[in-house]
């Protein structure tokens, strides 16, 4: 029988944070009383992030590792997870230590009740640095204009989505970034709750300023084009 629940993780060079991040999460997931699976993607790593993956496999049966031969980027390694996921309702979150699975049951609320088929995180008290943030504000603001997916948090990666939003998505540069734009291109209603943030607590961000800005910008004009083209729902 299938999970009510999919959790997808991806984790690229994150030892030292797996244990916690995948304990919390299946903590909160067990909490629910309903089936659910944690799908842990290794991301090519080359520290310990693969051993600690293991570790966590074998220290919560819920939990499925699925390991990439090599770094294939954020967006590879997420959608990987997300065709692998079995549950009704798909989640996800970043394996940095900076979302708080405590907010899935919130998500899961509205989700649930029918009124949206993606429920998107918005960190309204975002603990980053304060360059980090302001690039953030603004490139949402403009992403937002040009692909109006009505959604304040983009980078986000705290979402619940129902198992069929998948066939909305492709592989493509910085999908973790366009998910809700594909969702609003393809019919389904897309939402949004504001949820928690922590601050970083080991380890280092994988995009500095210079990706913040050039890739996705260039990763938006070719999506943009593209929903131009496509017939709207």
């Not at 953030?136 to 009505?150: F, K, Q, Y």
């Not at 970083?200 to 210079?210: E, F, Q, V």
Request: hydrophobic residues 45%; glycine residues 8%; positive net charge.
């Amino acid at each position: 029988m299938n999970p009510r629940y999919s959790l997808v993780v991806p984790f690229y060079n994150e030892a030292g944070n797996v244990t916690a991040v995948v304990g919390d999460a299946v903590g909160v997931l067990a909490s629910l009383g309903e089936p659910f699976e944690a799908v842990l993607v290794d991301d090519g790593s080359t520290d310990a992030t693969g051993e600690e993956i293991a570790a966590a496999a074998a220290r919560w049966p819920a939990c499925r590792v699925l390991r990439l031969p090599e770094r294939a980027g954020q967006a590879a390694a997420l959608l990987a997870g997300l065709e692998s996921a079995r549950g009704e309702q798909i989640l996800t979150m970043d394996g940095d230590g900076q979302n708080d699975p405590r907010d899935f049951p919130a998500l899961l609320a509205l989700a649930e009740a029918g009124r949206f088929d993606l429920v998107c995180g918005w960190r309204v008290d975002r603990h980053d640095a304060r360059w980090r943030r302001l690039a953030s504000r603004m490139a949402n603001a403009v992403r937002r204009a040009v692909l109006r997916d009505r959604v304040h948090d983009a980078g986000c990666q705290l979402r619940v989505m129902r198992r069929e939003v998948r066939a909305a998505l492709r592989p493509m540069e910085l999908l973790q970034a366009f998910i809700p734009a594909l969702a609003v291109a393809a019919g389904f209603r897309v939402g949004e709750l504001p949820v928690r943030h922590h601050p970083r607590r080991l380890g280092t961000s994988k995009y500095p300023l210079a990706r913040l800005w050039w890739r996705p910008a260039a990763a938006m004009i070719r999506l943009r084009r593209e929903l131009w083209r496509r017939p709207r729902p």
